[in-house]
């Protein structure tokens, strides 16, 4: 049975490429995320990517650490796709498996490359967890600029006692309500 050649490409952000993934290969339909591949649960194009194959069709995906990031998860895609008679292609590992795949040689190899993916995920995690801490340590401002400075929200504070209303000052200070709230401690 001959069934349709589907593509699967992942990149972790919006400012990298899919372009050499599965470059040169014949597919008659591709789908591609712009999003981490820690979690296969947040990914729009490849939840509709499984809802679109069939039996007799076959995935291509560039490296098995474009398919899932984690043991478990790649393992799982891998069985339920292929028990429900879908071929999955690994181009860079050089790695096809079906229904009917019984070399243990290259289930061993599969196992193998998708937990250096879990480990190489891991690895990076630990690293930024560490580039948060160094820059924490060296006094580095982390995450989102305030919207108001100390002095803005003191004098919000006090016109909000004289009774001013909190969406007269969030107009004002050119902030959402909920801005003020949270920051003036929730009186209204």
């Known amino acids: 049975m001959s069934g349709k050649t ?3 490409v992942r990149v972790s952000s919006g400012d990298q490429t899919t372009a050499r993934q599965l470059e040169g290969i014949t597919l008659d339909r591709v789908f591609e995320d712009k999003v981490s591949g820690a979690k296969t649960d947040n990914r729009p194009a490849l939840r509709q990517c499984l809802d679109y194959l069939r039996d007799g069709d076959t995935l291509h995906v560039h490296s098995i650490d474009r398919l ?3 043991l478990f998860d ?3 895609l891998v069985e339920d796709l292929t028990a429900g008679g879908v071929a999955v292609r690994f181009h860079k590992e050089n790695l096809t498996f079906t229904n009917d ?3 243990p040689m290259q289930t061993l190899m599969f196992q193998m490359m998708g937990a250096f993916a879990q480990f190489e995920r891991a690895l990076i995690r630990s690293r930024q967890r560490e ?3 160094a820059a924490r340590a060296a006094g ?4 989102r600029r305030a919207s108001m ?4 929200l003191a ?3 006090s016109r909000r006692d004289a009774g001013e209303s909190v969406a007269s000052l969030a107009k004002a200070y050119g902030v959402s309500r909920q801005t003020l709230y949270v920051n003036l401690g929730g009186q209204t």
Do not use: V
């Open 149 to 152: 400075t100390a002095e803005q």
């Open 68 to 70: 899932a990031r984690n």
């Open 140 to 143: 580095k401002h982390l995450g």
């Open 74 to 76: 790649l393992q799982k």
């Open 131 to 133: 580039g948060i801490e």
């Open 155 to 157: 004098e919000a504070r």
């Open 101 to 103: 795949s019984t070399d």
């Open 6 to 8: 589907i593509g699967y």
